[in-house]
C-alpha cells in the first residue's frame, strides 16, 4: 500500500511543479521556479522510491496518464484553456488505460 502512496505522492509533486512552471514565467519569478524545482525534486524522489516496486513501464504509465489529465484539469480552472472533445475524449481513454492496467494487468504490483 506504501508504494501507491508515493506513486501518487510522486504524482501530484510533479503536478504541484508543472503548475508552477507555468506561474514561473521562464523562471523570471522566484516562489513559483522554487516551488517548480522543489516540486520536481520530490516527484522524482518518490518515484525512484516507487520504482522499487512496481515495474517501471507500469509506473510511467500510470504517472504520465494521471499527470495529464491533472494538469489538463488544473490549466483549465486556473489558466483557461480550452478542452474540446477530441482533449476530454483522449483523456477519457487515459483514464480508462489506467484502470485497465490497475483492475486487470498481472504487471502492476497489487
Avoid: C
Avoid at 517548480?36 to 513501464?57: D, E, K, N, W
Wanted: proline share 3%.
Amino acid at each position: 500500500m506504501k508504494v501507491w502512496l508515493f506513486l501518487m505522492g510522486a504524482i501530484l509533486s510533479e503536478v504541484v511543479a508543472t503548475s508552477a512552471l507555468k506561474a514561473s514565467d521562464g523562471f523570471s519569478r522566484l516562489w513559483p521556479s522554487l516551488l517548480t524545482a522543489g516540486g520536481y525534486m520530490v516527484a522524482f524522489y518518490l518515484l525512484s522510491q516507487t520504482l522499487r516496486h512496481i515495474p517501471v513501464g507500469i509506473a510511467y504509465a500510470l504517472w504520465s496518464g494521471i499527470g495529464i489529465v491533472l494538469i489538463s484539469l488544473i490549466a483549465w480552472l486556473l489558466y483557461g484553456q480550452k478542452l474540446d472533445l477530441p482533449a476530454i475524449v483522449g483523456m477519457g481513454l487515459i483514464i480508462a488505460g489506467v484502470a485497465v492496467i490497475n483492475l486487470f494487468s498481472n504487471s502492476a504490483a497489487h
